[in-house]
């Protein structure tokens, strides 16, 4: 079954989709992250273009010839991607595809309507018995 990580109080999605993505790419996993607005889509893929030579992560977006031969991808087709690891869902429903992944990670935001948009999606998963942790990122006081 698939699990499920919130991460709460994120300041800059894009930038914890990075690290998040470079992390997995360390443990040899093969990522999806999931858009359905090819815009947004093509900022990931210039913001992982732009990272730190030592922090380049090989990747594509899902209509990209060499997708199938890609670790990690970019946009709304699963089934471009040679092995179902992981999916970073960056969209506000819940993913069709989800169940066809080991782990799922929801990255949510302070702004209300994102915060508001989780809690759908939360009780979505909590509903179907997936298991669910969650990861607050706002600062301790």
Not at 30 to 48: E, F, G, K, N
Not at 53 to 60: A, I
Request: glycine letters at 4%; proline letters at 7%.
């Amino acid at each position: 079954m698939t699990r499920i990580s919130f991460y709460f109080n994120a300041d800059d999605p894009l930038n914890l989709t990075h690290r998040l993505i470079g992390k997995a790419r360390q443990q040899g996993l093969h990522c999806l992250i999931y858009t359905d607005d090819a815009a947004r889509a093509t900022q990931i893929d210039q913001q992982l273009w732009c990272a730190e030579p030592l922090s380049f992560v090989p990747h594509t977006l899902c209509e990209d010839a060499n997708a199938p031969e890609t670790p990690v991808l970019i946009g709304t087709q699963p089934d471009s991607l040679a092995r179902c690891d992981l999916l970073i869902n960056l969209t506000a429903a819940p993913p069709v595809c989800l169940a066809r992944f080991d782990r799922l990670i929801e990255i949510v935001t302070r702004d209300g309507a994102d915060r508001a948009k989780a809690r759908e999606r939360y009780r979505h998963y909590q509903s179907l018995g997936y298991p669910i942790e969650n990861h607050d990122l706002a600062p301790v006081a």
